[in-house]
């Protein structure tokens, strides 16, 4: 932990005046986080909507694969994006930066802000991928493959936005971000199609 503290205020020691300043002032990041009953309360009932509307009538069934179609294009190119923008994005910024042949974890105190900003957009995303394909596979498998496109869709075109967002804010503020404007309708999207899906099926086996 003192180690990870030092590291960070090695960081910001090496970052313009001008962003170091602005992190040293109120930028917002200290507000606390929305309250988590709340979301869950929000994303149940867009869920329970969302199933009402899409789901298939009849009793509960698995998507065949050409139902399945729409959906597998969008998560394959949900993965080209993010190996030809983010992926590539870091090493753009490597090499903007002269650091290809430099391990970040061995001098952070070094590192541009951009090219932090880069490293962390794709971890992001790579942190995202797992609660995407489980929630958009479930919803198409189950309650309603076209929906679940659409809403992956959806979902892609954000995340894209999020990371060209974050790759051009070096300098920025936590608050002159606004990344919770990318963030936060994505896990809604994700947390409607996790409850629709659990709906669907406890409606149609066990109601």
């Known amino acids: 932990y003192q180690r990870r503290v030092r590291d960070q205020t090695e960081i910001v020691g090496t970052m ?17 986080p929305p309250n988590r009953l709340a979301i869950v309360v929000v994303n149940a009932l867009i869920g329970g909507l969302l199933t009402y509307a899409t789901a298939r009538d009849g009793p509960l069934r698995m998507s065949t694969v050409e139902e399945m179609a729409p959906l597998v294009i969008v998560l394959c190119v949900f993965i080209m994006l993010y190996e030809y923008i983010d992926v590539i994005g870091v090493g753009t910024a490597s090499a903007r930066n002269g650091l290809r042949n430099t391990y970040y974890m061995t001098c952070r105190k070094q590192l541009p802000e951009d090219y932090l900003l880069a490293g962390r957009t794709q971890t992001n995303q790579v942190e995202q991928m797992l609660p995407l394909l489980v929630c958009s596979v479930s919803f198409a498998s189950f309650v309603a493959p076209k929906a679940a496109a659409v809403l992956t869709a959806l979902w892609v075109a954000i995340r894209v936005g999020y990371g060209n967002r974050m790759r051009s804010s070096a300098g920025e503020t936590w608050k ?10 994505c896990y809604f999207i994700l947390g409607a199609m996790s409850f629709g899906t659990i709906v669907h099926i406890v409606r149609t086996l066990y109601l």
Do not use: A
């Open 16 to 32: 313009p005046p001008r962003t170091r300043q602005k992190l040293q002032d109120d930028d917002g990041s200290s507000e606390p």
């Open 176 to 185: 002159e971000r606004g990344i919770h404007r990318f963030t936060i309708p």
